[in-house]
């Protein structure tokens, strides 16, 4: 039976459990996600939420996307399944337990994965394309989590500051210890300032058996502003490294991510999802 009321609508999410709390939390995030068009990893909504366990949030996004089929039923239009916006890091995908929401014919999880990138792209693209999220939230009476980084913005682009003795050390720490980035600690070591073809240099580059991860490093005593400056450079990074694999007719496989010694800063966790940056922080040497 199609819900015919706002609390029928909201019943999945509605609730006390713990599960629907967070599901009131998590969707505004995702929301956010989707206007920047960006997919968000279930380590990175966890963290955001505050959840310990990314597992735990397989009963949050399945009352999620009850609720996406409800408000279709009851609006008569196609609400995406947003929840399809959580992603494995390994495989860019999310869990198996979205199939039953954007297929009804077909067992997902026993698609080919070609055909299950085919199928959450052409999603992705419905979600991002979606103009009706801001009444989504306010029928669910929820407040959006828009994040404005303008003038984060504006102060990372007017930083300027040399390198530190810190800095430099801290380099070396890593270049020196690939289990840092997730590789495997018999990996041969980094090499620091790498050049691209682009003119910017890598501040530790590893590379070897089909891995190409770039480090950009910031120590302790390195300002929020430049932290910001940063996430943007592993963009930056990341693309070039990708479009030299490309010219070499080489997987693009590259990667870039932000490695700090210190804690990173709560206030940029925002930003960071909505970039997609995989930040390593809270290094000891």
Not at 123 to 151: D, H
Request: net charge positive; glycine share 6%; charged share 25%.
């Amino acid at each position: 039976m199609n819900p015919r009321t706002k609390a029928d609508i909201s019943e999945p999410i509605s609730g006390d459990r713990l599960y629907q709390k967070r599901a009131r939390e998590a969707l505004p995030i995702l929301v956010r996600q989707a206007k920047s068009e960006s997919s968000i990893y279930y380590s990175d909504l966890a963290n955001e939420l505050g959840m310990p366990n990314p597992r735990n949030l397989n009963y949050v996004l399945a009352s999620i996307g009850r609720v996406m089929e409800n408000l279709s039923a009851a609006w008569k239009i196609k609400v995406p399944a947003i929840q399809c916006l959580v992603v494995n890091k390994k495989t860019e995908l999310p869990g198996e337990g979205i199939g039953g929401f954007l297929i009804k014919k077909e067992d997902f999880s026993k698609l080919s994965q070609v055909r299950r990138q085919e199928i959450v792209q052409a999603t992705l693209s419905k979600i991002f394309t979606f103009p009706k999220w801001n009444e989504v939230l306010n029928f669910l009476n929820l407040q959006s989590v828009e994040f404005n980084s303008s003038s984060l913005n504006d102060k990372a682009a007017h930083f300027r500051g040399g390198e530190s003795e810190a800095h430099l050390k801290l380099k070396r720490y890593v270049a020196n210890n690939p289990l840092i980035v997730g590789l495997p600690t018999d990996f041969p070591c980094g090499k620091t300032e790498f050049s691209l073809p682009s003119g910017d240099a890598i501040d530790v580059s590893f590379c070897g058996g089909g891995y190409w991860i770039a480090a950009e490093v910031k120590s302790s005593i390195s300002p929020e502003q430049d932290i910001v400056r940063g996430l943007y450079q592993c963009i930056k990074y990341q693309a070039v490294m990708r479009a030299v694999q490309a010219s070499e007719q080489r997987e693009r496989s590259a990667r870039a991510l932000l490695v700090i010694e210190g804690v990173f800063p709560r206030k940029l966790v925002p930003l960071k999802n909505m970039l997609r940056v995989q930040v390593v922080d809270k290094i000891k040497r």
